[in-house]
């Protein structure tokens, strides 16, 4: 029983279908668009995605690794020198780290960080907070423009379709 991948260039996105027996000739509507025309894909048989703790090996694949490594080596030189009791001073951190890579933050983290930017104590706002920032993802990549989308590689919805 052959899965097959097809790609909608609309959504640029990469489906799996499932089939009960082989059929090469049959095209699938997308199941987020509905558009007719998908392309075929040719596909590999096995591709690992998770490593031994059962998360994704790159949770951003878009995020430049080598920009994240010059980031991070410049604000530990500056963490050396800061002051551990200063609020403000993780913030500004933070803030740095998020402008150097393109990261964006969640909605929760971005008032958690403006509350330090403020004094806040860190504790205080984990303890109120606490549940909102488990309860979403910290960082985000920036949005590119529509233009650049198809420069990128097609998402891939892990969902099995009937074909």
Not at 3 to 10: G, L, Q, T
Not at 52 to 61: I, K, Q, S, T
Not at 73 to 89: G, T, V
Not at 114 to 130: F, L, N, T, V, W
């Amino acid at each position: 029983m052959p899965i097959y991948e097809f790609y909608c260039k609309d959504c640029h996105t990469i489906f799996n279908f499932f089939s009960r027996s082989i059929n090469t000739e049959k095209q699938p509507l997308c199941p987020k668009c509905g558009k007719l025309k998908l392309d075929r894909q040719m596909s590999i048989f096995s591709m690992g995605t998770n490593n031994a703790e059962g998360e994704d090996e790159n949770p951003m694949p878009d995020l430049d690794e080598s920009k994240m490594e010059q980031a991070m080596n410049i604000l530990a030189k500056e963490a050396d020198h800061m002051d551990e009791n200063d609020p403000r001073q993780a913030a500004n951190l933070m803030r740095k780290l998020t402008d150097m890579t393109g990261l964006n933050l969640g909605a929760s983290m971005e008032e958690a960080l403006q509350r330090m930017e403020s004094g806040e104590d860190p504790e205080q706002i984990e303890a109120e907070m606490g549940d909102l920032l488990e309860g979403e993802e910290p960082f985000s990549l920036k949005e590119k423009s529509s233009k650049n989308l198809k420069s990128r590689p097609p998402q891939k919805d892990e969902k099995l379709y009937e074909l």
